[in-house]
C-alpha cells in the first residue's frame, strides 16, 4: 500500500496512472476523480463507457478546485484526490479492469481504473490477453489478405516491378489496418478473423505448392 494513500495500486494500474500523469500539460495539477461515465476528452462522440470508474483530471496551479479535495502524493508527485473517490477506494485496491465501451458504432475493449476489494486478485491482465498475444492470433487475418493479394497479382500483372511494388503496398495497407484494429475489436472478433485467417492462409499456401510444385 502506498503510504501516502490508503489505499494499494496494482502494478498494471500503476503504469496507467503514470501514463495519464506524464500526459497532463505543464502546469497542471492532477487530479482523481470518482466518476459514472468516460469519453474522449478531446472528441466526447468517439468513444464512451457508462460505469463507475475512476480518471485522471486536472485543474491549473492558478485555479481553485470546486470539487472538495484531499492533497496527496502518488509516485513522488503531489496528486489531489476527490473526496468521494478517497471514500470509495479507502482500504480497497485501485486496479485496472478490461471493460466494453462504444467506439462510435462498434464496441471496443477499453482499460479502465476501479476499486476492486483488496483480497480480489486484479483481474485485468487474467480475463484479457494482451495485446501482444492478440496480436499473433490475428495475424492470420492479415496474412491471408497478403498472400491472396499476392497471388492475384502474379496471375494478373505481367511485370515483375509492378508485382514488388504492390505487394509492398498490400503489406503495409494490410499490417497498418490490422494494428489499428486488433486493439479495438471485442475480442471474440480477434480469435474467430484471426482462425479462419490462418486456415485460408494455409490453403493458399497447399494450393500455391500444388500448382506451381516445389
Not at 13 to 20: C, T, V
Not at 196 to 202: D, E, I, Q, V
Request: hydrophobic letters at 45%; a positive charge; glycine letters at 8%.
Amino acid at each position: 500500500m502506498n503510504p501516502s494513500v490508503p489505499f494499494s495500486i496494482t502494478p498494471d494500474a500503476a503504469d496507467f496512472l503514470r501514463g495519464r500523469l506524464n500526459e497532463l500539460p505543464a502546469g497542471a495539477k492532477p487530479v482523481l476523480l470518482l466518476t459514472s461515465m468516460q469519453c474522449d476528452p478531446l472528441v466526447p462522440t468517439a468513444w464512451f463507457y457508462k460505469g463507475q470508474s475512476f480518471a485522471v483530471g486536472y485543474f491549473d496551479s492558478a485555479e481553485k478546485s470546486d470539487i472538495p479535495c484531499v492533497d496527496s502524493k502518488l509516485f513522488g508527485q503531489p496528486v489531489s484526490i476527490a473526496v468521494d473517490a478517497l471514500e470509495k477506494l479507502s482500504g480497497q485496491t485501485l486496479s485496472l479492469r478490461r471493460v466494453k465501451s462504444s467506439y462510435g458504432i462498434f464496441p471496443s475493449a477499453r482499460n479502465v481504473l476501479v476499486a476492486t476489494p483488496a483480497s480480489e486478485m486484479p483481474q485485468s491482465r487474467q480475463e484479457e490477453p494482451s495485446l501482444k498475444k492478440r496480436w499473433w492470433i490475428f495475424l492470420g487475418l492479415p496474412a491471408s489478405v497478403i498472400g491472396g493479394s499476392i497471388l492475384i497479382l502474379n496471375h494478373f500483372v505481367h511485370s515483375d516491378e509492378a508485382i514488388a511494388c504492390g505487394s509492398v503496398v498490400v503489406v503495409m495497407l494490410a499490417f497498418g489496418i490490422s494494428l489499428y484494429l486488433c486493439g479495438r475489436m471485442p475480442r471474440r472478433f480477434v480469435f474467430v478473423g484471426g482462425a479462419l485467417g490462418w486456415t485460408l492462409t494455409a490453403v493458399l499456401a497447399l494450393w500455391f505448392v500444388k500448382v506451381h510444385g516445389p
